[in-house]
């Protein structure tokens, strides 16, 4: 079946504009998770949805980042007032349920600030 | 302390030999283990999950647990140049949320 669907691929944005990132999970996946990957480091946990439960925003690095999750399907990542710092791969993951399952995860975003 | 920790390597190995990954965990109540393969500019590809204690084999792969340790590792039979990656341990720590390791990056030589 079809995995985790990210998109744009790349995405290069000059500082100060607003962002969107657009993740659509493996069908029937109730768990949804955003993370961070800046070059050479590792995956840094952003956000994560479970079905229709309030979503664990701990990860968020600043209230410049938000997310979303509509119909406990399709996510968006938005970043406000993009600073060069948030130049990296943003990657979503999906998995079946929260508890003690694999995350599958999609191709990434490639993120740029000019 | 780091939650979950891995030696950054390179761990450099020849072709045909066997790979061993290994990682460990700070939290004694963690509950299920994984490791992804990153190749560069890609993103992580699951290989292989665990529960229990022991191993766990899927074609060139084992996975071995001991809890009692809180130790991982993942072994790699007669390893091929496509296998050098990155190798992430991730583990679920109770939270449902994965505690990535760093990542050991492994190069296997022609």
């Known amino acids: 079946g079809a995995g985790v669907s990210q998109s744009p691929s790349n995405k290069v944005t000059e500082k100060g504009k607003d962002v969107e990132l657009r993740c659509d999970p493996i069908?029937?996946?109730?768990?949804l998770y955003w993370y961070r990957q800046s070059l050479g480091q590792g995956l840094e946990f952003l956000i994560y949805?479970?079905?229709?439960?309030?979503?664990?925003k701990s990860g968020l690095p600043s209230d410049r980042f938000s997310a979303e999750r509509t119909g406990g399907s399709v996510s968006t990542l938005t970043i406000q007032r993009t600073q060069q710092e948030d130049s990296a791969v943003y990657l979503c993951?999906?998995?079946?349920?929260?508890?003690?399952?694999?995350?599958?995860f999609g191709d990434g975003t490639r993120l740029s600030i000019l | 302390q780091k939650e979950v920790e891995q030696n950054s390597g390179p761990l450099s190995v020849p072709e045909g030999a066997i790979a061993s990954l290994n990682c460990t965990y700070s939290?004694?109540?963690?509950?299920?283990f994984f490791w992804y393969r990153q190749y560069s500019g890609k993103s992580p590809e699951l290989i292989m999950f665990i529960y229990s204690n022991g191993d766990k084999e899927d074609g060139r792969f084992t996975a071995q647990l001991n809890k009692a340790s809180q130790y991982v590792s993942l072994l790699i039979r007669d390893s091929q140049p496509s296998d050098s990656a990155t190798y992430l341990c991730?583990?679920?720590?109770?939270?449902?949320?994965?505690?990535f390791g760093t990542g050991t990056r492994l190069l296997v030589s022609p």
């Open positions: 991730a583990v679920n720590t109770g939270f449902q949320k994965l505690v």
């Open positions: 993951a999906s998995s079946l349920t929260d508890y003690n399952q694999p995350q599958h």
């Open positions: 939290d004694r109540g963690s509950q299920s």
């Open positions: 069908s029937g996946h109730t768990a």
């Open positions: 949805f479970q079905g229709n439960s309030a979503p664990d």
